[in-house]
């Protein structure tokens, strides 16, 4: 729903230039501020949008549309917005952060709106008015989507191809927002882009310790903890798949029944993958928690990984946080705020009200997950939404990818939850980076990631 303020809604717009393959790019940025209505439908929050458009506008109606947001719950756009794929782009220098040209950018081939969903960014709650509608699985889908909706009405575009890009709890809002809007009977996007996916049917004993397995053994050959016989990271893993998929599985599904023999099999061989101890294996019935991996992959040095990005190491005696904060690759997110208000104001001519809020926990520890959406984190499933979303539109397609060091969401997580709901096979492209949870963090994995979505951007755009 177009909230009923929306006449009223803030836009401010700047013309810019990139130099993008050697050739200069036009684009006009804006900013768009869109009222949130609450249950009254009067204003509640005050929605944030960021937007890039080609200038003049390139392909005309066949010209995409991308519409980015982050996880959390609570994260901003920042991260897709500043680090992966909007015109400029903040990379750090020692201490310090620099703004440049971004080569990676994806407005060559379509045209950007980041959006910072309510409670995250730019988009607060307005003073005195109660936004929590918006702090739930439903709401906030059906939130982001009535920005999609008014973004495309104001500034012409319906009916251009639509594009939903997610990271992390984005995948879930994504698939939400297909959700809803079919529900509401709305034409649906074009494609989704899911990365580091978080979309639940991945939990529970047997499926959570096989899908997790292997990204265990990508981040034990990224340490040297095993004998890597030559093999790449690539090859590593998708051995350590092949194990995960037969013996592993079969041996966690035997449970107690399975025989010693077996038992001290498969722990010696899953010890091979991910250099703990066999002992330490029998011992944990074959079932590798999370934390005793991070903890015990690199004990003898005194170390510990990290859990966004395996890569990541610091000393076990350094830690002063609880779990997950005492993650060595976490990021909360406040040392870029700063940099991003000044890049609005000095570039794009928008002054945030209040503090930009990168990363709202507060939101995070209060998030409503909603019955309609199971109820509960791990009892949440949204590939079914994919699943009925391509049935009833079978131009749809999907991109996933994720990072082989990513123990927050192992990249076989996703791909076995799409997998074991049915969602047509030749349009669903999954890839994997030698990277972390955030593949734009490593400029390596960014630059494939661009590459393979500037591909996949084209190819929906053809068959539409």
């Known amino acids: 729903m177009i909230p009923r303020d929306a006449a009223s809604a803030r836009v401010v717009t700047t013309q810019h230039r990139i130099t993008l393959g050697g050739k200069r790019f036009a684009y006009r940025a804006i900013v768009s501020e869109l009222p949130m209505p609450g249950a009254d439908g009067a204003p509640v929050a005050v929605g944030v949008s960021y937007a890039y458009v080609a200038e003049p506008v390139q392909g005309g109606a066949k010209r995409p549309v991308l519409f980015v947001f982050n996880g959390g719950p609570g994260a901003s756009s920042s991260p897709l917005h500043m680090q992966a794929f909007g015109p400029r782009r903040m990379v750090s220098s020692g201490d310090a952060a620099r703004l440049e040209d971004n080569r990676f950018t994806l407005l060559d081939i379509a045209d950007l709106v980041f959006i910072d969903p309510v409670g995250t960014g730019a988009s607060m709650p307005i003073k005195g008015k109660d936004a929590s509608a918006y702090f739930g699985v439903g709401g906030d889908a059906r939130g982001v989507a009535a920005m999609i909706e008014h973004w495309l009405a104001v500034n012409g575009r319906a009916g251009a191809p639509v594009l939903l890009v997610g990271e992390s709890y984005g995948t879930s809002r994504a698939l939400a927002i297909l ?82 023999a077996e038992k001290r099999r498969v722990a010696a061989r899953m010890a091979q993958f991910t250099g703990l101890p066999t002992t330490m294996i029998e011992a944990k019935d074959l079932r590798l928690d999370r934390r005793d991996f991070m903890l015990g992959l690199l004990s003898a040095k005194g170390l510990r990984t990290g859990q966004l990005d395996g890569r990541a190491t610091r000393a076990i005696a350094d830690s002063k946080l609880r779990p997950p904060f005492d993650d060595p690759s976490m990021s909360l997110g406040s040392g870029t705020a700063n940099g991003i208000e000044t890049y609005l104001r000095q570039e794009l001519g928008y002054s945030v009200p209040s503090a930009y809020r ?27 939404y994919l699943k009925a979303a391509m049935d009833a539109e ?71």
Not at 358 to 384: C, E, H, Q, T, V
């Open 358 to 384: 990168s990363l709202n926990l507060g939101i995070n520890f209060k998030w409503n997950w909603d019955k309609d959406y199971g109820g509960s984190y791990r009892a949440m499933s949204f590939a079914p």
């Open 179 to 260: 959700n809803e809007t079919m529900k509401a009977k709305k034409p649906l996007p074009d494609g989704v882009v899911l990365l580091s996916l978080s979309i639940g049917d991945s939990d529970g004993p047997v499926v959570s310790d096989a899908v997790l397995f292997p990204t265990l053994a990508a981040v034990a050959w990224y340490h040297d903890a095993i004998d890597r016989g030559g093999r790449s990271v690539a090859d590593w893993y998708d051995a350590a798949l092949r194990f995960a998929q037969t013996d592993y599985a079969a041996a966690l599904m035997q449970g107690p029944a399975l025989p010693p």
């Open 394 to 464: 079978p131009s749809l397609k999907m991109f996933a990818a994720g990072g082989y060091y990513d123990i927050t969401t192992p990249v076989y997580a996703g791909q076995f939850a799409v997998e074991q709901h049915g969602v047509p096979a030749d349009r669903v492209a999954f890839h994997r980076y030698a990277a972390g949870h955030s593949a734009f963090e490593d400029e390596a994995a960014l630059k494939a990631l661009s590459a393979d979505l500037h591909r996949f951007v084209a190819d929906v755009v053809a068959g539409r």
